[in-house]
């Protein structure tokens, strides 16, 4: 099964203070999850992360609400699962929601260059270096795929989470012969 994440997306407001965490062991590294008091996952953070999340007093750590992320995190390093199918709640402005609905649209094991992400969202020629922001600002790295995005030219560019980790997602789901390095 391939295509967007599929679970309901909600935008996130200030009022949610209640903020769940955990750590999961994965191939990239420990992989630091939040969500919501809605069990809504608002963030996945590999360690290194450019402007990743940190633990922040007066979070719970509570691995609960993280067991249906867990089972499709496994199975997606497993290759069984090509599509999460989580609840997901961002907090972005309106143009950045937009960038990451866009992200939720590449499938598994495809790529897509920065300019098709703008015109999918209706942003001009001019706008690529904005999407490429908004991109970089995804908060929800694996799940929401922003490794798939990579240079007109077919360049690998770059991914919050660390070039290594962009390459070795794009070689787990066998879409890196497409692409150079």
Same mark, same amino acid.
């Given at each position: 099964m391939t295509g967007p994440v599929s679970g309901p997306v909600t935008r996130a407001s200030a =009022?949610?203070?209640?903020?769940?965490?955990? +750590?999961?062991?994965? %191939?990239?590294?420990q992989l630091l999850l939040t969500a919501d =008091?809605?069990? $809504?996952?608002?963030?996945?953070?590999?360690?290194g992360q450019k402007a990743g999340r940190t633990v922040q007093d007066g979070w719970r750590d509570d691995p609960g609400p993280f067991r249906?992320?867990? +089972?499709?995190l496994a199975a997606y390093f497993a290759g069984e699962l090509k599509?999460? &199918?989580l %609840?997901? +709640?961002t907090a972005g402005t309106e143009f950045r929601e937009r960038v990451w609905a866009a992200l939720d649209s590449v499938p598994?094991?495809?790529? &897509?260059?920065?300019? $098709?992400? =703008?015109?999918?969202?209706? =942003?001009s020629r001019m706008a690529v270096r904005a999407v490429g922001g908004a991109i970089g600002a995804n908060p929800l790295l694996i799940v929401r795929p922003c490794h798939r995005v990579i240079g007109t030219d077919g360049s690998l560019t770059?991914? $919050?989470?660390?070039?290594? +980790?962009?390459v070795r997602l794009l070689t787990?789901?066998?879409a890196l012969t497409a692409v150079r390095p």
């Open positions: =009022a949610d203070v209640a903020v769940h965490w955990t +750590r999961l062991d994965s %191939p990239l590294g =008091a809605d069990g $809504a996952l608002t963030s996945l953070s590999v360690p249906e992320a867990e +089972r499709q599509e999460f &199918t %609840p997901l +709640r598994y094991g495809a790529t &897509t260059t920065y300019g $098709a992400i =703008a015109a999918r969202v209706g =942003a770059g991914y $919050a989470g660390g070039l290594d +980790r962009k787990h789901e066998g």
